[in-house]
C-alpha cells in the first residue's frame, strides 16, 4: 500500500513521519466502506480517547477513498482498546459490511496485528528479586485479567533472575499496565517466544540492573559496535571463529533509517524483524536484523558484510551471540534442510515413500515436534472414505512444516482424514470426520509455534466460496 502517495481528508495537525509510532501501538488501520467519511470515524472512535490524527487513504488520481483509514491515538491503551471493542463492528446504521481494526504496521512489526496477537499481550519486567509468582500477579492484577504470569530463573540454583513475564487476556490490559504501573519495574512488551528474543530482553535488563547498581554493565549500549567492521571486508575472514545466530548487528558510517535496512535485508528470504538502535553519542548508523532460521542469517552474513549502501559506504554485518550453541544451531538447520528435502521427494513421488521407512519392518520414525504446547496422544486416522464433517485452513509462518510432522501433529485431535498443502504457498488444509475434534485442533494450535513455525488454524470456506472469493488488495 502506497501510503506516501496519498492524501488526507481535512487539515489539521498530522504527526511526522517519526512520531507515528510513538507510543508504540498507538495508530490503527481500518477497513471500511469507500463512503465513509472522517466525520463518522471521529464521532465512533473518538470515545475511546484522544485522537491525534484521522487519516483516510485517497486514490492520488482520482480522490476518491480507498476505503483505508489510520486513526492515531494519544495512548496505546486507547489504540487497543478501539480495535477490541470496534473490530467487526458497522459504522453506520445503513451499513451491512463490518469494518476491520488492527493495530497498524510499523517500523518494529512487519504486519498488522490483530486482537489476538500475543505480542500485545505479554509485558517483560524487571522485579525484585524476592517476588513470587504470586506478588508478581496481585501487583499487575489491577490493569485487567491475568492469563499467567511467570519468573525466570537460573537454572542451575532456581533463583529469580528479577525478571518476568505478565500475559493479559486483552491487548489493552497490557498496554494499560506498561503505561500506569510503577517505573521502576521497566515495562515493555515482551517479544514473541523464542530464545533469541527472550536472551535479549534479559540481556537488556540486566545491563540495566548493574547501572542501577552502580557498576559498569558487560558490554557497551551497542554491542554490535565493532570498528574492525570498517577496518576489512575481506569475505574469507575468520568467521569459524565467530558466534553465529539468526541475529545480526548491522553498523555504518551513515544514518540509515528502518526502511532502509529493511530493503537492503529482505533481499533475502526469512526475514522476521529489523530495528534502528540510535546512539546519542555517534553519528553512525546501528541495526539489528533477525531472520526465522539460522540459514537465512548465514548467507546474509555472507552476502551483505561490506556491501556498499549508499555507495562509497561500506556496512558492516556481524552476529549478535545470543548465548546459542553454534554446533546445534547448524545441526538443526541440517537436519530441517534434509527433512525438508525428503518430504520433497515423497510429495513428488509417492512410489519413493520407502525411503522414508527405517528399521524395516518396524516401520518410520515418529517425526521430533519441538513446542510448548502440550499436545494430545497420537491417535488412528479415518478411512479415506469417510464423510468431511469440518475442513481447516492452515498458514503457516515462514514456511510450511514437513507432511510427515503436519499429519502426526492434527492426528493428535482424533477423526483426521487427510492433511496435504497446497503447492507453492504456505498454506495448507486438514480434513477432519468429526467437529469436535477439527475445533479442538483450533482452539490447541492457532497461533502457537512448533517446530519454528507459527502457525494459524481456522476453519475453511466452503470449496464453492473459496472459487468465488476476490483476491485481496490490501
Not at 547501572?211 to 574469507?236: C, I, T, Y
Amino acid at each position: 500500500m502506497d501510503e506516501a502517495g496519498s492524501s488526507a481528508s481535512g487539515g489539521g495537525f498530522r504527526p511526522g513521519v517519526d512520531s507515528l509510532d510513538e507510543p508504540p501501538n498507538s495508530r490503527i488501520f481500518l477497513v471500511i466502506s469507500k463512503y465513509t467519511p472522517e466525520s463518522v470515524l471521529r464521532e465512533r472512535f473518538s470515545p475511546f480517547g484522544d485522537i491525534q490524527d484521522i487519516w483516510v487513504v485517497r486514490d492520488k488520481h482520482t480522490k476518491e477513498s480507498k476505503g483505508i483509514a489510520f486513526v492515531k491515538f494519544a495512548r496505546s491503551s486507547q489504540a487497543c482498546r478501539a480495535m477490541e471493542e470496534m473490530h467487526g463492528q458497522c459504522l453506520g446504521p445503513n451499513d451491512t459490511k463490518p469494518i476491520k481494526v488492527f493495530i497498524a504496521q510499523s517500523r518494529s512489526s512487519g504486519s498488522h496485528r490483530d486482537v489476538e496477537d500475543e505480542e500485545l499481550t505479554r509485558i517483560f519486567v524487571m522485579i525484585p528479586k524476592s517476588y513470587t509468582e504470586e506478588d508478581l500477579r496481585e501487583k499487575f492484577k489491577v490493569y485487567g485479567d491475568i492469563e499467567y504470569c511467570s519468573i525466570i530463573k537460573n537454572k542451575v540454583t532456581g533463583e529469580s533472575k528479577g525478571l518476568g513475564y505478565v500475559r493479559y487476556l486483552k491487548p489493552s490490559q497490557a498496554a494499560q499496565a506498561i503505561e500506569n504501573c510503577d517505573r521502576s519495574f521497566r515495562a515493555i512488551l515482551a517479544e514473541p517466544k523464542n530464545k533469541t528474543s527472550e536472551s535479549s530482553e534479559q540481556d537488556y535488563y540486566s545491563n540495566m540492573r548493574q547501572e542501577a547498581l552502580g557498576h559498569e554493565p558487560r558490554v557497551n549500549m551497542f554491542p554490535f559496535e565493532q570498528q574492525s567492521e570498517f577496518s576489512s571486508f575481506d569475505k574469507n575472514d575468520s568467521r569459524g571463529q565467530e558466534a553465529i545466530s539468526k541475529r545480526l548487528s548491522v553498523v555504518s558510517r551513515v544514518p540509515f533509517t528502518e526502511e532502509q535496512l529493511f530493503s537492503i535485508f529482505d533481499i533475502v528470504p526469512g526475514l522476521e524483524y529489523c530495528e534502528v538502535q540510535r546512539d546519542p553519542y555517534s553519528n553512525y548508523g546501528h541495526g539489528v536484523v533477525q531472520y526465522f532460521n539460522v540459514a537465512s542469517a548465514i548467507y546474509a552474513k555472507y552476502k551483505l558484510h561490506g556491501f556498499q549502501y549508499p555507495p562509497g559506504n561500506r556496512i558492516g554485518v556481524s552476529f549478535i551471540d545470543d548465548g546459542s550453541n553454534a554446533t546445534d544451531l547448524l545441526r538443526k538447520m541440517a537436519t530441517q534442510m534434509v527433512a525438508a528435502q525428503l518430504a520433497s521427494v515423497v510429495w513428488n513421488n509417492p512410489s519413493q515413500q520407502q525411503f522414508m521407512q527405517f528399521g524395516g519392518s518396524s516401520g518410520s520414525q515418529l517425526p521430533q515436534i519441538q513446542t510448548d504446547v502440550v499436545l494430545p496422544s497420537c491417535k488412528k486416522k479415518a478411512p479415506p472414505e469417510t464423510p468431511v464433517k469440518e475442513r481447516l485452513f492452515i498458514v503457516f509462518n515462514p514456511h510450511p512444516l514437513p507432511l510427515d510432522v503436519l499429519e502426526d501433529i492434527f492426528c493428535r485431535f482424533g477423526n483426521l482424514i487427510e492433511v496435504y498443502l497446497v503447492s507453492g504457498k504456505n498454506v495448507g488444509y486438514a480434513k477432519y470426520a468429526d467437529r469436535i475434534s477439527a475445533n479442538d485442533a483450533i482452539a490447541t494450535l492457532h497461533g502457537k509455534i512448533l517446530n519454528g513455525v507459527r502457525l494459524k488454524v481456522m476453519l475453511a470456506d466452503s470449496p464453492r466460496e473459496e472459487s468465488n472469493k476476490r483476491q485481496r488488495t490490501y
